[in-house]
Every structure is written in structure tokens, then in C-alpha cells.
T-cell receptor
Framework: KQEVTQIPAALSVPEGENLVLNCSFT??????LQWFRQDPGKGLTSLLLIQSSQREQTSGRLNASLDKSSGRSTLYIAASQPGDSATYLC??????????????FGRGTQLTVWP | NAGVMQNPRHLVRRRGQEARLRCSPMKGHSHVYWYRQLPEEGLKFMVY????????ESGMPKERFSAEFPKEGPSILRIQQVVRGDSAAYFCASSPAADRHEQYFGPGTRLTVT
């Protein structure tokens, strides 16, 4: 069974720092990996999607990398801002079996960026 | 193109009542997924549906929970005889015809059972 772990669970940093959020998964047979942002009481906003054949994706100040063989992904946030404060979720989609449709989520990293 | 719509956004039910949660997928999307987020926990898959078909319901509790996605109208997640432990945020996602596309999430329905 696929398990997704995110480290750290919480992170509090001053504005301007560069950050690395970590995600690991136990089954490397994935189709893709997604990073989401969740604001308190709100839904999920997709940030980046990396296909299993890709090594990284970039969007603005965000860069996500994927090492499928070792079961790891990192989300890099450059020059953090208070508006980046949210919970960041990592989710993987399996590549086989009867569970093709579902995403497996980690518990998230709660990020606070203070001015 | 409107995103995934869910209603109601907030729902309060007393123990023993029924809860109906609705999800309208994005236009052109025929695949719908329901997830539940319990307090202090991650999102857990519940059920995956296509129009008029349940593809995978292995994440759904065996009793009191049911889901449908009719030919016309929204997908509905139904919880009968709610209990306090059902209090959670329920998220719906949709994707286009092929089941390997990115999933787009709605804003969620927050169910509170008193």
C-alpha cells in the first residue's frame, strides 16, 4: 500500500528565506506526483504536477523535483513571502492496479512566513 | 470555464440525520473523485465514479455511505444516520475523460455533526 510522508510537519521562517519541503513515498510505481497548496478552511490549489518521466517542474518561485527510484520529491520555494503561508500537500497517483484513479496524500507541511 | 463546484459549503446535521453533499465537475469532465479530510489528518480517498458507474469505492465506509454520479446532474455523496465521527471536510475532484489526467479540486463541504 502506498504511503506518503511529508517532512517537516510545520515550518516557521522569516520572509525572504529559501525553503525546501520534502515528500517521500513507499511505492515507486507512480504515474505522477502533484504538489498542492491548502489555505485554512479552503480547498486545494494545484501548484505543480510532475509526470513520472520528468525530473522537475518550475512555476515562478516554485520548483519541484522528483526522484522516482528513491521515492522522493522536494518542493523548493525561493524568496518566501508572507502570502506563501499555507499548508503544502504532496500527492502521488499510482501507475498500476485497481487504484489508478486515486491520489495518495501526505499530511502536509504547515508553512508560516513572518514579515 | 467554472471550476469544480460543491454545495453546500457548510453543513450542520444532528446525529442520526442524513447528509447530502453535491459536486458539479468542471465542464467536459466525466470522472469524479471524493476525498475526506478528518481533523488533523491528511486527505483520504473515498470513491471514484464515472457517469452512471462506480469505478472504485474501496475507500468508502461499508455502511451508511453511498455515492452516485447520474447521467444528468451533479455527483452526490450521501451519508445516512450521521455520527460525530463523520464531521470532516469532504472534497470533490474531477478530471477529463482519461483517468490519468490531473485532478481539479472543489472548495469542499465542511460537515459538522452535533
Amino acid at each position: 500500500k502506498q504511503e506518503v510522508t511529508q517532512i517537516p510537519a510545520a515550518l516557521s521562517v522569516p520572509e525572504g528565506e529559501n525553503l525546501v519541503l520534502n515528500c517521500s513515498f513507499t511505492d515507486s510505481a507512480i504515474y505522477n506526483l502533484q504538489w498542492f497548496r491548502q489555505d485554512p478552511g479552503k480547498g486545494l490549489t494545484s501548484l505543480l504536477l510532475i509526470q513520472s518521466s520528468q525530473r522537475e517542474q518550475t512555476s515562478g518561485r516554485l520548483n519541484a523535483s522528483l526522484d522516482k527510484s528513491s521515492g522522493r520529491s522536494t518542493l523548493y520555494i525561493a524568496a518566501s513571502q508572507p502570502g506563501d503561508s499555507a499548508t503544502y500537500l504532496c500527492a502521488v497517483r499510482p501507475n498500476r492496479g485497481s487504484t489508478l484513479g486515486r491520489l495518495y496524500f501526505g499530511r502536509g507541511t504547515q508553512l508560516t512566513v513572518w514579515p | 470555464n467554472a471550476g469544480v463546484m460543491q454545495n453546500p459549503r457548510h453543513l450542520v446535521r444532528r446525529r442520526g440525520q442524513e447528509a447530502r453533499l453535491r459536486c458539479s465537475p468542471m465542464k467536459g469532465h466525466s470522472h469524479v473523485y471524493w476525498y475526506r479530510q478528518l481533523p488533523e489528518e491528511g486527505l483520504k480517498f473515498m470513491v471514484y465514479l464515472q457517469k452512471e458507474n462506480i469505478i472504485d469505492e474501496s475507500g468508502m465506509p461499508k455502511e451508511r455511505f453511498s455515492a452516485e454520479f447520474p447521467k444528468e446532474g451533479p455527483s452526490i455523496l450521501r451519508i445516512q444516520q450521521v455520527v460525530r465521527g463523520d464531521s470532516a471536510a469532504y472534497f470533490c475532484a474531477s478530471s477529463p475523460a482519461a483517468d490519468r489526467h490531473e485532478q481539479y479540486f472543489g472548495p469542499g463541504t465542511r460537515l459538522t455533526v452535533t
